[in-house]
């Protein structure tokens, strides 16, 4: 199928979906399409022709708007490409439109967007999981071939379980973060989400490697394309007992099976520990807190986006950011609290001391075997209103996501082939061995089929 042929395809089954996964669609996706084409057909197009792309609405595209799902940036316009984007469209991939996540990217949910709730394409009366909601939806039912979201606790890895695609996070300082709106910035990275393996692969051969307007990316580009066909014979690959504490019944016999088909493949599975695993929730939390309520104060009704004025500055500051949604207002408000200088010495450094103890256990177990694997959700997609009254209910669902956003490792869900709601399975492995991770999934792939 030619290109504007399936784009004009992807536009009619968006504006007919009714899952809530679009916030904006790009104007210019029909003539990108046929200025692409015109590649193609010239045996002239970049990597990345023919693949059609949503991208999360807190990843800036230029002339688009960039909302991050909230009130407060409703009308805002990005001026730029973040370094992401302008990779894409360099290789010419194709942008159809941003999609809906949990505003500012807080949530487990997709359901605490102001444009509200993202419906999951398996079941509409469950969420599909968040906050990179609308990128998993959009893939899974088909609404773009691929998608970029972003992970600073989980966010790509829970819809990406709850929807059944493939969604990767990479090594903290992997790929640039320039042009995405920071929600933790010790923790967060851009990542895709798939239907399979090798279009993650060639996504992330594209988007990774140094850039001189985010320092914390220091290695050249790399491709990876060619592991996916590698062989995992003689993998080592750790099972997380401690992972599976608390898991739905359902989600540990299929993750165990999943292990049992990589073991078929030639994987050496043993048994590791992570028991700090236990307090992994409320380590993220306090580090994600300090660090979201000082990334939020740029949004003060000065300078971006909603402004509504009051009888002096403290009063216009506080009525702006009355945009703010509840969740968002109630983490500026935590993090403001736990680093007060009256807590100087407490919570804060508490919680770096533990995100430390965390990483050094998820490191050490990673000198046992090559990868580290369990489930990447403890449940399926839970019902829409099931947790959304019960913040620390929500908090609990990432507590097998968090520890590789504390540790900056990379991470993966791989859907496992299930009948009913989908079920996640997760790889971990050492800093910058991605490609232990994309091997091993698509020998999982191409094994289960
Ligand atoms: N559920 C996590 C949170 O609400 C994940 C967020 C994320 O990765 N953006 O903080």
Redesign the pocket.
């Given at each position: 199928m030619k290109l504007n042929e399936k784009v004009n395809s992807y536009l009619a089954n968006i504006s007919k979906s009714k899952l809530n996964a679009f916030i904006s669609i790009n104007k210019h996706a029909e003539n990108d399409a046929e200025r692409i084409q015109k590649k193609i057909d010239a045996g002239k197009a970049g990597r990345l022709a023919g693949y059609v792309f949503s991208i999360k609405d807190n990843i800036a595209v230029s002339g688009m708007r960039l909302t991050c799902a909230s009130k407060m940036l409703e009308n805002y316009i990005s001026p730029y490409d973040a370094t992401v984007v302008k990779r894409i469209i360099a290789e010419d991939g194709l942008i159809i439109g941003k999609v809906n996540?949990?505003e500012f990217?807080?949530?487990?949910?997709g359901e605490t967007s102001y444009f509200g709730p993202t419906l999951n394409p398996h079941d509409t009366g469950r969420v599909p999981g968040?906050?990179?909601a609308g990128s998993a939806t959009s893939v899974a039912a088909g609404l773009s071939d691929v998608s970029l979201g972003?992970?600073?606790?989980?966010?790509?890895r829970?819809p990406a379980s709850f929807c059944g695609v493939f969604g990767f996070k990479p090594t903290y300082g992997t790929v640039s973060r320039y042009g995405l709106v920071d929600?933790?910035m010790s923790?967060?990275q851009i990542g895709p989400v798939t239907k399979n393996v090798s279009d993650a692969a060639l996504i992330l051969s594209v988007i990774n490697g140094s850039d001189k307007m985010d320092n914390t990316v220091t290695g050249t580009q790399q491709d990876y394309t060619k592991f996916v066909k590698q062989k995992i014979t003689g993998v080592k690959i750790g099972v997380v007992e401690e992972f599976f504490e608390g898991c739905e019944h359902a989600i540990e016999k299929n993750v165990r099976d999943g292990i049992e088909i990589l073991k078929n493949e030639g994987a050496n599975i043993v048994k590791v520990s992570v028991p700090k695993t236990a307090i992994a929730v409320p380590t993220?939390?306090l580090n994600?807190f300090a660090e979201?309520s000082s990334a939020m104060q740029k949004f003060d009704g000065l300078k971006y986006g909603f402004r509504k004025d009051g009888k002096d500055i403290n009063d216009t500051v506080a009525e702006s950011r009355s945009a703010l949604g509840e969740?968002v207002k109630r983490?500026i408000l935590l993090g403001t609290y736990i680093t007060m200088k009256e807590f100087r010495g407490k919570w804060y450094s508490t919680a770096l001391k533990a995100r430390e103890t965390i990483r050094h256990e998820m490191i050490q177990a990673l000198k046992k075997c090559d990868l580290l694997i369990g489930p990447t959700m403890p449940f399926t997609a839970f019902k829409l209103g099931e947790k959304i009254k019960d913040p620390v209910e929500?908090?609990l669902?990432?507590i097998l996501?968090?520890s590789a956003?504390l540790s900056g490792l990379p991470a993966a869900s791989i859907p496992l082939n299930v009948s009913g709601l989908p079920i996640g399975m997760q790889l971990h492995a050492n800093a910058g061995e991605e490609v232990k991770i994309l091997a091993a999934a698509a020998a999982y792939e191409g094994a289960s089929k």
């Open positions: 996540m949990d990217a807080c949530g487990a949910s968040g906050s990179s972003s992970d600073t606790g989980g966010s790509i829970c929600m933790a923790l967060d993220y939390y994600m979201f969740e983490r929500m908090y669902a990432d996501t968090v956003n």
